[in-house]
C-alpha cells in the first residue's frame, strides 16, 4: 500500500516543441540544481531570467523538479526529457534535463533499490547530443539513493558505471549524489577517476558534515568557467554553473 502512494503512473516524461536536432555549440553551459520542487513557482522564472542575463544556460540538469508530460516548463522554449520517481496530485517529480537543444537520445534510468526498502525508487537520466562535427556530446543527470546502507549506494553508483563505462564521446555526469559520509563520497570519487572523469571543483555546495552531495563530473571537454549561487531563497540547494568547451 505505502509504495503504491510513491509509485508514478508514468515514469519517462517529455515536451518537445522542437523536431530539429540543432547541434550543440563547441563552447557550452550547464546549471545543475536540486530545485526542491519549486521550479513551477513563479519566482523561480523570475530568478532563472536574472541569471542568464550573467550567464547564459545551455542545459539545466534539474533533481527533485516538478512537471507535466507534454507541458512546458516555466522557463519558456526549452524541451525536456524527465524521469519521475514520485506522482502527487496529477504533477511528476524527478530528475529533468531540459535544452533548446533537442537530444538525439534519451534513456531513463531507475536505481536498482529503493529508499526505506518500501520508498521511491531515485531517477537519472542520459541524453545524448550532436556537435557541429558530428561527434557527441552525453549528460547524464542523476539523483543518488539517500536512505540505505552504505553497500546499496556503492550497488548504485556501480549500476551508473555499467551504463556509462562503454561512452567514449566527450560526458558530463552530475546531479545531487546524497555522498553525505567518507565512505560514499570516497567511493564515488574512485569509481569517476577509473572512468577518467575530473571533478569540477565547487567549494560552498550543499554538504553534510563537510561532505559535498552536489557534484559535476566531466570527461573528454575543457573546463571554462564555474561557480556557485547562493542568493535564490528557493532551494536547500545552491544552483552549481559550469562552462565547457570542446577539445
Same mark, same amino acid.
Given at each position: 500500500m505505502l509504495e503504491k502512494l510513491f509509485t508514478p503512473s508514468k515514469y519517462e516524461h517529455s515536451y518537445l516543441p522542437q523536431t530539429s536536432h540543432q547541434p550543440v555549440p563547441d563552447t557550452f553551459s550547464i546549471l545543475c540544481w536540486n530545485v526542491h520542487k519549486k521550479n513551477h513557482f513563479f519566482n523561480f522564472k523570475h530568478y532563472i531570467d536574472r541569471f542568464m542575463t550573467q550567464s547564459p544556460i545551455d542545459f539545466f540538469l534539474l533533481q527533485e523538479a516538478h512537471f507535466k508530460h507534454d507541458t512546458p516548463l516555466h522557463i519558456p522554449h526549452l524541451t525536456f526529457h524527465a524521469t519521475a520517481n514520485l506522482e502527487k496530485k496529477n504533477a511528476f517529480y524527478g530528475v529533468l534535463t531540459a535544452s533548446s537543444y533537442t537530444p538525439i537520445e534519451n534513456r531513463s534510468v531507475l536505481s536498482k533499490g529503493k529508499e526505506f526498502l518500501w520508498g521511491p525508487r531515485k531517477g537519472a537520466i542520459l541524453t545524448k547530443y550532436?556537435?557541429?562535427?558530428?561527434?557527441? *556530446?552525453? @549528460?547524464?543527470? @542523476? !539523483?543518488? $539513493?539517500?536512505? =540505505?546502507?552504505? #553497500? !546499496?549506494?556503492?550497488?548504485?553508483?556501480?549500476?551508473?558505471?555499467?551504463?556509462?563505462?562503454?561512452?567514449?564521446?566527450?560526458?558530463?555526469?552530475?546531479?545531487?549524489?546524497?555522498?553525505?559520509?567518507? %565512505? =560514499? $563520497? +570516497?567511493?564515488? !570519487?574512485?569509481?569517476? %577517476?577509473? *572512468?577518467?572523469?575530473?571533478?569540477?571543483?565547487?567549494?560552498?555546495? #550543499?554538504?553534510?558534515? #563537510?561532505? &559535498?552531495?552536489?557534484?559535476?563530473?566531466? =570527461?573528454? $571537454?575543457? *573546463?571554462?568557467?564555474?561557480?556557485?549561487?547562493?542568493? !535564490?531563497? @528557493?532551494?536547500? &540547494?545552491?544552483?552549481?554553473?559550469?562552462?565547457? +568547451? %570542446?577539445?
Open positions: 550532436s556537435f557541429h562535427d558530428g561527434s557527441f *556530446l552525453y @549528460l547524464f543527470n @542523476l !539523483h543518488g $539513493i539517500n536512505f =540505505r546502507e552504505n #553497500k !546499496h549506494y556503492y550497488e548504485e553508483i556501480e549500476h551508473i558505471k555499467m551504463i556509462v563505462e562503454n561512452v567514449t564521446e566527450p560526458m558530463v555526469i552530475a546531479g545531487d549524489f546524497n555522498s553525505w559520509n567518507k %565512505k =560514499r $563520497i +570516497t567511493f564515488l !570519487h574512485a569509481q569517476m %577517476k577509473q *572512468l577518467g572523469f575530473s571533478s569540477v571543483p565547487f567549494e560552498e555546495v #550543499k554538504s553534510f558534515m #563537510k561532505h &559535498h552531495l552536489d557534484l559535476i563530473f566531466y =570527461r573528454g $571537454i575543457n *573546463l571554462c568557467e564555474y561557480h556557485v549561487e547562493k542568493s !535564490h531563497n @528557493l532551494s536547500d &540547494h545552491h544552483p552549481l554553473y559550469a562552462k565547457f +568547451t %570542446k577539445q
